[in-house]
């Protein structure tokens, strides 16, 4: 991603992956939502398992929508990834705005970074025109160390930038924790999916359980949620499972 931006000659930029493709009017769509005022085009998406997917939905209808509109568009999926959008090179260019180095989960702070820093509009339509391929061997779908802090990266991203982009953050504090609990679970998923990792495993869950965002987690989000992270821990058949259990229960389930 470095090399491609740092290289690319043209206005609009857009990603795709290489397991993943698209339908032949993906480019065509988001182009046409990017009309002068507007800084950012984006499509809907389908999960597919096979590569016999293609669109056959109506005429893609584009809406508006700007930087403000930052949680409704997140609570529809449509801010964590890159490869279903289209961007204006110049605002890339003009703020430097870059990849971090992280194995999984990338894109998110990229997209936050550059929402941020628009003035302004959002194109949007909700066909799917990008085929997600759901890869068994890719990294989402693999063991990643320390994945936990990557995580923490981009949810500290997220509430920086709702605030910069003058957006009440008390408003959306509930859903924030359960998301952020969501990927507390994944976490734990992500743990468990190195069942042979011996120690390393058990400090790395270790870490997650006593960290201060952890904590804050588990005391914000509802009952059903604190006992489907504790039946994880459980899950991981640690050596260090039930003090682990016994520390939460005593900690966090008053």
Known sequence: ??????????????????DDYVDRQWVEVLRRGMEPETELAIC??????????????????IDYYTPGDLWP????????????KLYRKSII??????????KSGEDLPFNLDYIAVMNGRIAVTGAGLYAYYQNPKSITNSYIPQMWRASCIRMDRLKTVTEQLGLDFHKIEDEYYFLYADLLERNLKNAYKKKTGGPDIVREIDSIIKDEKTKKIIKRVPEAKKTKIISLIEKTGCSTVSGILVYLYYKYRT
């Open 93 to 102: 260019d003009k703020y430097r705005l870059r990849f971090n180095h992280e």
């Open 44 to 61: 809907g998406f389908i999960r597919v398992y096979d590569d016999t997917y293609s669109y056959k939905g109506p005429e893609p209808a």
């Open 1 to 18: 991603s470095y090399a491609g931006l740092e290289i690319a000659g043209g206005d609009l930029i857009c990603f795709c992956d290489s």
């Open 73 to 84: 568009l997140f609570r529809r999926g449509l801010v964590t990834t890159v490869w279903n």
